[in-house]
């Protein structure tokens, strides 16, 4: 299970999370692990996006937990990937929040004591981040650069992690 922070414009309006270019990004990255999107369950902490695309009050975020934690029961994903800081800080339920530096190139743990619920958790880049830094690095680079940027390589280690988690994660009834 993939889980961003809030909807960009396409996915507000077309109401399907992760639609736009850092959808295709995020589809790549899917592709990556020799998966299909239609193998993963994608979903956002905010289910409408914030206004001028700023990141999420604490009352939005707290308004849209509990479906998302509903969301987390009713799929019972084996990992869950939080893209970008918002979205690992929530689903840790960091009081104080990490950086996104503290949080990435380990499997921590999403809970949800009162549904007995444990989920390996990693917490990786957005998509649009990567995108942002790619358009950067090209401006500094002028078109001199050859496969992955620095920031998707650390995406694909991020995503390895991950599927270490997910090969060790018992299923919804136990079983690996």
């Known amino acids: 299970m993939f889980i961003g922070e809030a909807p960009g414009a396409d996915e507000d309006r077309q109401g399907i999370p992760f639609v736009g270019r850092a959808g295709q990004r995020l589809t790549r990255w899917v592709e990556w692990l020799g998966m299909r999107r239609d193998d993963v369950y994608i979903a956002n902490v905010l289910k409408c996006r914030p206004p001028n695309n700023r990141d999420p009050s604490p009352p939005e975020v707290a308004r849209c937990s509990p479906f998302l934690r509903a969301q987390i029961r009713a799929i019972q994903p084996r ?80 995503l390895r992690v991950a599927m270490q988690a997910l090969r060790g994660a018992p299923g919804p009834s136990g079983e690996s």
Do not use: C, K
């Open 79 to 158: 990992v869950i990937v939080a893209l970008g800081r918002h979205a690992g800080n929530l689903l840790l339920e960091n009081s104080q929040p990490l950086s996104l530096r503290a949080m990435r190139g380990r499997v921590m743990r999403y809970e949800q004591r009162e549904a007995s619920i444990v989920v390996p958790l990693v917490v990786t880049y957005h998509p649009s981040y990567v995108l942002r830094r790619e358009s950067e690095e090209q401006r500094e680079a002028r078109g001199q650069r050859d496969g992955p940027s620095r920031a998707e390589q650390d995406v694909y280690a991020d």
